[in-house]
């Protein structure tokens, strides 16, 4: 069985488990979600099943993801993402919800971390930064020296500088399950997971139990 959905982040909360220790949830909306293709070895090359998420107005879709959806008889779905998955025992035009978890279990969560713009190396990369001393009126955020003199006599590519921070791909791993809430379509996990309220997620079974 598939164990895989999509989400939106909800937002961050509390609860107290049995000792009375506050513990920091993370909530996200968690299907329900279609499987609108499922991927074979022999035809596409590969095993994966396709899932789609958050039903929405025709007008918002292509007419070739209406297509798409159509031939599984499925209603306009917002977004549509893959689960690499061997044998998940399931069929185009299925329904996946937050069933497919429980308590107890750890899960991947994949998100797009929140853009920072453009970030310098202080908060980019952790630097300490220059001497807040001795005359240094200018340098207290700085990088520093990078590079060397003759040899290699450049920068070389990779370096820690400046530039654009966040919004890439970024995948908290391993975390707790600790609310199911079928009624909701809610999923608890414990600790913070990438993304702004309102981000789309995919939830995963964890690869590293």
Not at 31 to 41: D, E, F, H, K
Not at 66 to 84: A, I, Q, T, V
Not at 115 to 132: I, N, Q
Request: net charge positive; with cysteine; charged share 25%.
């Amino acid at each position: 069985m598939l164990k895989g959905l999509i989400g939106k982040k909800i937002g961050m909360t509390q609860i107290f488990d049995e000792t009375g220790a506050a513990v920091p949830v993370t909530l996200i909306e968690a299907g329900p979600c279609y499987v609108t293709q499922v991927r074979l070895p022999e035809k596409e090359g590969y095993a994966a099943v396709q899932l789609g998420f958050s039903e929405a107005k025709t007008k918002h879709l292509t007419s070739g993801e209406l297509g798409h959806l159509k031939k599984s008889e499925l209603p306009p779905l917002r977004f549509l993402r893959e689960f690499r998955v061997k044998d998940a025992g399931l069929k185009a035009g299925d329904k996946l919800t937050v069933e497919v978890f429980g308590v107890g279990e750890h899960v991947d969560v994949v998100g797009t971390s929140k853009g920072k713009g453009f970030a310098g190396v202080v908060k980019r990369y952790h630097f300490a930064g220059g001497p807040k001393s001795h005359g240094a009126s200018d340098r207290l955020r700085g990088p520093g020296s990078n590079g060397s003199t003759t040899t290699p006599g450049r920068v070389y590519k990779g370096s820690r500088r400046p530039g654009h921070m966040g919004h890439e791909r970024v995948t908290s791993q391993s975390l707790k399950v600790v609310l199911v809430d079928v009624e909701r379509n809610l999923l608890g996990v414990r600790g913070a997971v990438p993304g702004p309220r309102g981000g789309l997620v995919m939830i995963q079974d964890a690869r590293k139990q």
